[in-house]
């Protein structure tokens, strides 16, 4: 059990354009989501956290106007990307986490994306 | 600040020799400490968190406030137990907040 997905798992768009990424519980119903980023052989740094129904809380240095975080239900949360420059071009990573379980974190298979 | 400082960058050994993959962290709060491993092309994973003192795969990590560490450890590596190991840090009272440390790549040799 605590299987997350992400969608889709790589995406090459153009500069200016917007890209939408999904991250799914597929079998439990995550209280808390989180945003990462990872830059090639560096660690994961947090970008934001999500609460469903709630706005997210993002981390120092993260534009929330550039990096839109949508937790409409408690097994679905989206990173929205919009504008997108090759600056932003990153490992995107989701994980979602559940109540009982205190910290524990189920990591999604990350989204690479390429902006051109 | 919070802060999760992982010293080696890489870790390589001979299977079958022990192993310390170290962890020192800051916070200012009650931490609740954890490692998670990631395998050659899979996801990360938890390998085990400080409240549970429990061993998985041969891996154990105590919790040492008074140094601020929290060393993972095996005392014989297999070659199975090459990935990359990060170490993490969360507030005890606000899981909301997460830390990732650099992470050590460790490499069980032949």
């Known amino acids: 059990g605590a299987v997350v997905s992400q969608h889709p798992s790589w995406v090459i768009c153009k500069s200016g354009t917007s890209v939408k990424i999904e991250c799914r519980s597929l079998?439990?119903?995550?209280?808390?989501m989180f945003w990462y980023r990872q830059f090639p052989k560096q660690s994961l740094m947090l970008m934001a956290t999500?609460?469903?129904?709630?706005?997210?809380?993002?981390e120092q240095g993260v534009e929330k106007d550039k990096f839109l975080i949508n937790h409409a239900s408690l097994t679905l949360s989206t990173l929205t990307v919009t504008s997108a420059h090759p600056e932003d071009s990153s490992f995107y990573i989701c994980?979602?986490?559940?109540?009982?379980?205190?910290?524990?974190?189920?990591f999604g298979p990350g989204t690479r994306l390429l902006v051109l | 600040a919070q802060r999760v400082t992982q010293p080696e960058k890489l870790l390589s050994v001979f299977k079958g020799a022990p192993v310390e993959l170290k962890c020192n962290y800051s916070?200012?709060?009650?931490?609740?400490l954890f490692w998670y491993v990631q395998y050659s092309r899979q996801r990360l994973q938890l390998l085990l968190r400080?409240?549970s003192r429990e061993s998985i795969k041969g891996f154990t990590a105590d919790l040492n406030k008074g140094e601020t560490s929290f060393h993972l450890k095996k005392p014989f590596a297999q070659e199975e137990d090459s990935a990359m190991y990060y170490c993490?840090?969360?507030?005890?009272?606000?899981?909301?907040?997460?830390?990732f440390g650099s992470g050590t790549k460790l490499n069980v040799k032949p």
């Open positions: 999500s609460n469903e129904g709630s706005k997210a809380t993002y």
């Open positions: 916070y200012s709060g009650s931490p609740e």
């Open positions: 079998d439990f119903q995550a209280t808390t």
């Open positions: 993490a840090l969360s507030g005890a009272d606000n899981f909301n907040k997460f830390y």
């Open positions: 994980s979602a986490s559940r109540q009982v379980e205190g910290g524990t974190q189920y």
């Open positions: 400080h409240i």
